[in-house]
């Protein structure tokens, strides 16, 4: 098994935001997380992480039978578990060091940014002043960079152009045909239809995963009755 | 085929090294002298009674002997290869008196490199630089020094009409005591564009600037980033003072705090004498974010690699313009001045 997560209660700030969630995926699987705002979708992978101040009060999380409790982000990193932050803020460092200094780390090539269309923000300080759709292209564009083997996206189909929806669609899909798990998180699930296949999805309602099966049967049951009857067992 | 040697032949126009008071080489690229380029010991060069006279016209009047290189390039000549001039003080006390002139509608390009080599040395360096109408000098200044040195550096720049003036000053090490001040005056039509990257160790540092502008047109632009490390005291007074109309300057200064240990104080001041200009300053002092340290830690990199990337950053982020032929060394020393923030 790629990933495995059992029983993961996280707290934020005092306050339980994921309860003893489960989850398994194998390599070359895309999982697909939905959930309303504020569910604990984003906590999730942060805790996965291992984020600072995104504590793991209960549970363990494996990657590769490896138990991750304890390591920091960057040893998770070295791993192969990449995290594309949903909204990553501003930093003081411009974009082409950055993407240099990740290749450099993780022995890949530039050429995979091409796809992106980035070279007008290159020399720019990374996501300061980029736009929604800008942000995430160079977001997942690094992601991909560090050839992970597990790819944790978070709302990478969000705020974004119908161009850029089909760009993410076709990332998506080469990281799973190359080997990778694809753990997505979506809000508005717009990226599913462009992609190829989802193995399974995971409902997730104020920190619990209530029901995980087949993307297009969860869909629909949240399109028709919504994540709070689902919570409740009403559907499936 | 020594170090100077090779860098001549990949392109420098010429070479001065001087350690403490010898001069240990002085190379000048072929048919230079031919087009009246000169780079010679300014003890030789005070015969011609038109440098005796510069003398001391763009600084305040020091006690410093004749050692020391003097430039000069005649009136049209361009020189977009990098000159280099290089002070190594190893024992004792070194001052050096340089004199540099950049003939009317003439480009120069400055590699300076001031470094100590052993320790309770002091280092004194009074430099007088002058851009006649319409010449350009880019000029990178690099500075590395061990711990137990005392450093007193004075610039003076006479900026003429319509002449640019691009200086980078990047101190990679500091020493234990330094005051450091630059003076530059621009005329009609002139510009100058300052900036200085300095990282600051253990010690205290003075880092002052002041800026005239004295000719209608006139401006100017001087940034300052300090990063300061555990024990480090650093000054940074900037001021600019417009006393012609028309005239434009801009201050920005800003710290980044490595430690809790360290003090950085910035001073940027704006004095207008004349209507009609417009002067403006940002300052800022802050430290790292964590944040930043948590998303890059994300990447991959440690809290220090993350930390190091990230005042990599901050010192780049600060560099508008350094001459194409010297991109690569401060690409390097930038990657190096990284490093030591972290060690």
Same mark, same amino acid.
């Given at each position: 098994m790629l990933l495995e997560v059992e029983k993961l209660s996280v707290e934020v700030e005092g306050r339980t935001v994921v309860r003893r969630a489960d989850l398994s995926m194998g390599k070359g699987e895309i999982h697909v997380l939905l959930g309303p705002n504020g569910s604990g979708k984003t906590t999730f992978l942060r805790a996965i992480m291992g984020l600072p101040g995104y504590n793991i009060v209960e549970g363990r999380v494996f990657f590769e039978g490896r138990e991750l409790n304890g390591l920091k982000p960057h040893e998770r990193a070295r791993l192969g578990i990449a995290l594309m932050h949903q909204n990553p803020r501003p930093l003081t460092v411009k974009l082409s060091h950055l993407a240099r200094e990740i290749s450099k780390r993780y022995g890949t090539s530039l050429d995979v940014l091409g796809d992106f269309a980035? @070279?007008?923000? *290159?020399?720019?300080?990374?996501?300061?002043?980029? !736009? &929604? &759709?800008?942000?995430?292209?160079?977001?997942?564009?690094?992601?991909?960079?560090?050839?992970?083997?597990?790819? *944790?996206? @978070?709302?990478?189909?969000? $705020?974004?152009?119908?161009? !850029?929806?089909?760009?993410?669609?076709?990332?998506?899909?080469? =990281?799973?045909? &190359?080997?990778? &798990?694809? =753990? =997505?998180?979506?809000?508005? $699930?717009?990226?599913?239809?462009?992609?190829?296949?989802?193995?399974?999805?995971?409902?997730?309602?104020?920190?619990?995963?209530?029901?995980?099966? @087949?993307?297009?049967?969860?869909?629909?049951?949240?399109?028709?009755?919504?994540?709070?009857?689902?919570?409740?067992?009403?559907?499936? | 085929m020594s170090f100077l040697e090779k860098a001549i032949n990949a392109g420098s126009t010429a070479l001065y090294l001087q350690r403490n008071y010898e001069i240990v080489r002085q190379l000048l690229a072929k048919g230079l002298a031919e087009r009246g380029f000169i780079l010679e010991p300014l003890s030789k060069a005070v015969e011609r009674e038109w440098v005796r006279k510069l003398l001391w016209t763009a600084l305040p009047q020091r006690e410093v002997g004749l050692s020391g290189a003097f430039v000069y390039v005649p009136p049209g000549v361009s020189l977009r290869a990098p000159v280099s001039i290089c002070f190594v003080v190893s024992e004792g006390v070194q001052e050096v008196h340089n004199v540099l002139v950049v003939g009317e509608g003439s480009e120069l390009v400055v590699l300076s490199t001031c470094t100590s080599a052993g320790e309770g040395t002091m280092h004194g360096g009074y430099t007088e630089i002058f851009l006649e109408k319409g010449a350009k000098l880019d000029c990178v200044i690099i500075h590395s020094w061990t711990t137990k040195t005392q450093v007193i550096a004075e610039t003076g720049v006479v900026v003429g009409e319509k002449a640019?003036?691009?200086?980078?000053?990047?101190?990679?090490? +500091?020493?234990?005591?330094?005051?450091? +001040?630059?003076?530059?005056?621009?005329?009609? $039509?002139?510009?100058?564009?300052? +900036?200085?990257?300095?990282?600051?160790?253990?010690? !205290?540092?003075?880092?002052?600037?002041?800026?005239? =502008?004295? $000719?209608?047109?006139?401006?100017?632009?001087?940034?300052?980033?300090?990063?300061?490390?555990?024990?480090?005291?650093?000054?940074?007074?900037?001021?600019?003072?417009?006393?012609?109309?028309?005239?434009?300057?801009?201050?920005?200064?800003?710290?980044?705090?490595? !430690?809790? @240990?360290?003090?950085?104080?910035?001073?940027?001041?704006l004095r207008s004498a004349r209507g009609g200009s417009r002067l403006t300053h940002e300052a800022a002092i802050g430290k790292i974010s964590e944040e930043e340290l948590a998303y890059l830690m994300t990447k991959g990199f440690s809290e220090e690699e993350a930390t190091s990337m990230l005042v990599r950053g901050f010192l780049e982020l600060g560099l508008k313009s350094v001459p194409e032929p010297l991109k690569p060394q401060v690409t390097s020393i930038l990657d190096l001045m990284a490093r030591f923030a972290t060690a």
């Open positions: 980035l @070279d007008s923000l *290159m020399e720019r300080e990374a996501f300061k002043g980029f !736009s &929604g &759709g800008e942000a995430k292209k160079a977001e997942l564009a690094l992601t991909i960079l560090q050839r992970p083997k597990l790819a *944790m996206l @978070d709302e990478p189909d969000s $705020g974004i152009d119908l161009e !850029s929806l089909k760009l993410v669609g076709r990332a998506i899909n080469r =990281l799973a045909e &190359g080997g990778a &798990g694809v =753990l =997505l998180v979506t809000h508005t $699930g717009a990226v599913i239809e462009y992609l190829r296949r989802v193995t399974m999805a995971h409902v997730i309602v104020r920190g619990r995963i209530v029901a995980s099966g @087949d993307v297009e049967t969860l869909l629909e049951a949240v399109k028709r009755k919504g994540y709070e009857a689902l919570a409740r067992g009403e559907i499936l | 640019s003036f691009n200086d980078v000053y990047i101190s990679l090490k +500091s020493p234990h005591a330094l005051k450091e +001040s630059t003076r530059i005056t621009v005329r009609k $039509g002139g510009s100058a564009l300052a +900036s200085t990257l300095y990282l600051a160790g253990p010690g !205290s540092s003075t880092l002052e600037t002041v800026v005239m =502008l004295e $000719g209608e047109g006139a401006s100017v632009e001087v940034n300052s980033k300090i990063v300061a490390t555990s024990g480090s005291f650093v000054s940074n007074p900037i001021t600019i003072e417009a006393a012609a109309p028309n005239t434009r300057g801009h201050v920005e200064c800003r710290g980044l705090q490595l !430690s809790s @240990d360290s003090v950085i104080v910035t001073i940027p001041a």
